[in-house]
């Protein structure tokens, strides 16, 4: 039996310019808007924070570049006041954009209120255009990849003993002002009863 010749692969043909972008996998409408492209992401371990900026150990840096950032695998990221939701010790995904005024790496905690009024401010009809609901890249979340706890007690998390501490402490000492008060007012009213006495039984009779 005669083995068939082989057939030839076909040639693809070339890119007819290589040179061009792909286009976003999520194309956004004319008018909607569209959140800041992260400068890098980053999983990192908070190791100290003062009123503004989070101090982080890195991790593994999953996406774009943090050269020029870091010193000691240690890296600075601003928060503003939302820097008091994060926890010393805890590990977090940072999405950090780049402030070019500073410059500086900036992220952010709280989820991304939207506009009141919607579409409607940017003079678009939800029924003509829809716009994507594209989530913020420029944010930190928990390692697990939820939200961070950003409730009224979020600040106390974790503090535990510390709070129960700190609201008994000054009830405790009032109390015993109270008491020492207290006792002090008997200790004057023996004491003057006991005066009196001694002065009575120094008259004559």
């Known amino acids: 039996m005669a083995i068939p010749d082989p057939v030839p692969v076909p040639v693809l043909p070339p890119i007819a ?6 286009a976003p996998l999520l194309l956004v409408p004319s008018g909607c808007a569209t959140p800041d492209a992260e400068f890098a992401v980053f999983t990192g371990t908070l190791v100290t924070a003062d009123a503004s ?12 570049s943090v050269e020029g950032f870091t010193l000691g695998g240690l890296i600075d990221v601003r928060y503003g006041d939302e820097v008091r939701y994060l926890e010393v010790g805890q590990t977090y995904i940072v999405g950090a954009g780049l402030d070019l005024e500073r410059p500086a790496l900036v992220s952010t905690v709280r989820t991304p209120a939207p506009l009141f009024g919607g579409n409607e401010i940017a003079g678009i009809d ?4 829809g716009c994507p609901a594209i989530e913020d890249p420029v944010r930190t979340l928990a390692a697990d990849g939820t939200s961070v706890e950003t409730g009224v007690l979020a600040p106390l998390q974790g503090a535990g003993d510390h709070v129960v501490r700190a609201m008994l402490e000054p009830a405790v000492a009032a109390l015993a002002i109270l008491v020492g008060l207290v006792a002090m007012k008997h200790l004057v009213v023996a004491f003057a009863r006991s005066l009196r006495e001694v002065t009575r039984r120094g008259q004559p009779g």
């Open 53 to 64: 900026t989070a101090r982080f150990s890195i991790g593994q840096v999953r996406s774009g």
């Open 17 to 22: 310019d290589p040179g061009v972008e792909s």
């Open 126 to 129: 939800g029924s003509d255009v």
